[in-house]
C-alpha cells in the first residue's frame, strides 16, 4: 500500500502524562483524510509531530516512507501546513509575508504568490498589512502560504476558523480543487464535522489520545441507517412509555431532551399516538439518516442503549 504518511506506535508524553498514545494512522497518496475528535483528544498534538514542530516520546513518523528525524528537511519541504492559528509579520502586506516564506525555502516564483491569493480570494489587497486583516481574512492567507509551492501534502488544522458560510464553501472548493487538479493529499481536522463529510474519503477517529478507528467515508454510508428523534416534553416519561408500551429498546438520549429510536418497526404515527394517550407531547419529530457526526458519536459514546 502506497501511504505518503504513516506512523507506529507514535506517543507523545508531557511531565509524565500521554498526550496521544500509540497512534497507527495511514495516509494515502491523494486522498483526504480527516481527524475527527473533540477538543483536547490529541489531533493538533499528532499535526505537530507530522511537521517536525514536535519530537515524539516514542514511536515514529514516516513521511514520504522515510522516517522523520531533526535532519529530514527534504522531506519537510514536501508539506504545506497550518497548525493552530498562522502567524504573520502583522506590519507587512500578505505579498511581503508570502514572498519572505518563499525565499526561505528558496522558492522565487512571484506569480505562484499571486495565484495563490488568488484562490484564497485575496487578491487586491497588495497595500493592506496584515495588521489590518480579520481572523478570516488570516485563515485564507495562512492557506495560501501552505499551498503556495504546490507541496503533495498539505496539513491543515481547523481550516475554516473564522470563515463565514461563503468562505467555509469556498475553502471546501479549493480543497478538491487542489487534491483533483494537482494530486494534493490532504490531513484536515475540524469540529464542524458536516464539513468535513462533505470533502474527506476517509476519517480517523481519535479519542482521548487514542485512535479508535480508520475507515472510510463510503464504508461509513454503507452502514448508516435511519431513525427517527423526537423532542418530548418530558423525556423521561416518554422514554419509559416508548420502552414499556411499544417495546422499544433500541434507542438514545441526546443532549438531555431529545431521543433517537433506532428501531424503525413503529411509524412515527404510532409513536405520536402512544405518547399523546399518555399526556407526553411532542414538540418536534422527524425521520433522519445518519451523519458523520452520528458516526463520531457513536464512536465515542457507543450507540444503541440509552444513557
Excluded: W
Excluded at 502586506?93 to 526561505?104: D, I, S
Amino acid at each position: 500500500m502506497d501511504y505518503i504518511v504513516q506512523t507506529n506506535n507514535l506517543t507523545k508524553k508531557i511531565k509524565g502524562k500521554d498526550l496521544v498514545s500509540n497512534i497507527n494512522i495511514h495516509i494515502k497518496k491523494g486522498e483526504i483524510y480527516g481527524f475527527l475528535g473533540k477538543n483536547g483528544a490529541g489531533k493538533t498534538t499528532i499535526m505537530k509531530m507530522l511537521t517536525g514542530m514536535t519530537s515524539p516520546t516514542t514511536g515514529e513518523v514516516l513521511l514520504f516512507n522515510e522516517r522523520l528525524t531533526e535532519k529530514s528537511k527534504l522531506s519537510l519541504a514536501r508539506v504545506g501546513s497550518i497548525i493552530e492559528y498562522p502567524v504573520f509579520f502583522e506590519h507587512l502586506t500578505a505579498f511581503q509575508n508570502l514572498k519572505l516564506h518563499c525565499e526561505y525555502l528558496g522558492f522565487y516564483d512571484e506569480n505562484d504568490i499571486k495565484q495563490a491569493l488568488h484562490l484564497v480570494n485575496l487578491q487586491g489587497i497588495d497595500n493592506q498589512i496584515i495588521k489590518e486583516f480579520s481572523l478570516g481574512m488570516k485563515q485564507r492567507l495562512g492557506i495560501a502560504r501552505a499551498i503556495i509551492t504546490k507541496p503533495e501534502l498539505i496539513i491543515l488544522d481547523e481550516p475554516t476558523n473564522g470563515l463565514d458560510p461563503i468562505g467555509i464553501k469556498d475553502i471546501r472548493h479549493l480543497i478538491r480543487m487542489l487534491n483533483k487538479e494537482y494530486g494534493m493529499t490532504f490531513l484536515l481536522s475540524s469540529h464542524i464535522l458536516g464539513e468535513l463529510e462533505h470533502v474527506v474519503d476517509r476519517v480517523g477517529v481519535i479519542h482521548d489520545g487514542k485512535l479508535l478507528n480508520e475507515i472510510t467515508l463510503a464504508d461509513i454510508r454503507n452502514g448508516r441507517s435511519d431513525y427517527i428523534e423526537l423532542v418530548p416534553t418530558n423525556v423521561q416519561r416518554a422514554v419509559f412509555l416508548l420502552e414499556n408500551e411499544l417495546h422499544i429498546s433500541n434507542m438514545k438520549i441526546i443532549e438531555d431532551h431529545k431521543i433517537r429510536i433506532y428501531d424503525m418497526s413503529y411509524k412515527q404515527s404510532e409513536i405520536s399516538r402512544t405518547l399523546i394517550m399518555h399526556d407526553v407531547s411532542i414538540e418536534e419529530m422527524k425521520k433522519h439518516s445518519s451523519s458523520l457526526e452520528d458516526y463520531f458519536y457513536q464512536q465515542i459514546y457507543g450507540g444503541g442503549n440509552i444513557d
